[in-house]
């Protein structure tokens, strides 16, 4: 979860006066009790009503998120939520729920005919020990399935003999 922190941090530093201003929008719309963090049940709140999220794997991504362990979200935490949800890194495994936060294992097939979506998704234990149901079989993790969508960009129609 530290590269995610450090890359949404990042992100955040370069952003513009107008989306730094969404962000902290962002972070006073779940902050309902304007106590200026934001709590455990407030996330699930924010998790029940627009990510469609499971309880426990809300509450999972917050003790994750809060890296003081002080119980709540201060505003540099809660950039690491804006940024996994702004960019749609959030991504859930479809095996056992779990948030998925680095490498994971990515239906191809799904990924590639569901382009808006986050498609079908696995942490890397589910994948090895086969605790998931699928009608397909063809898996690569994230940076394989990176570098394979750029060697198909790189050398198209490499089948074919000239």
């Not at 530093?13 to 200026?36: M, N, T, V, Y």
């Not at 490498?103 to 234990?125: D, H, K, M, Q, W």
Request: include cysteine; hydrophobic fraction near 35%.
């Amino acid at each position: 979860m530290e590269e995610i922190r450090q890359v949404a941090l990042a992100y955040y530093d370069s952003l513009s006066d107008k989306q730094r201003e969404r962000a902290l929008e962002f972070f006073d719309s779940l902050d309902a009790d304007r106590d200026g963090t934001v709590s455990p049940e407030e996330l699930l709140d924010y998790f029940l009503q627009e990510e469609q999220v499971e309880r426990d794997v809300a509450l999972g991504l917050f003790r994750k998120l809060d890296r003081n362990g002080d119980g709540a979200l201060d505003f540099e935490e809660c950039t690491m939520l804006y940024y996994l949800t702004r960019v749609r890194r959030w991504v859930a495994c479809n095996g056992c729920g779990s948030h998925l936060d680095g490498i994971r294992f990515t239906c191809v097939p799904c990924f590639e005919s569901n382009v808006n979506g986050n498609g079908y998704n696995l942490c890397a234990e589910c994948y090895r020990y086969k605790n998931y149901t699928h009608r397909h079989s063809n898996f690569l993790d994230n940076y394989l399935l990176l570098e394979v969508k750029r060697l198909e960009q790189i050398r198209p129609n490499q089948d074919q003999v000239l």
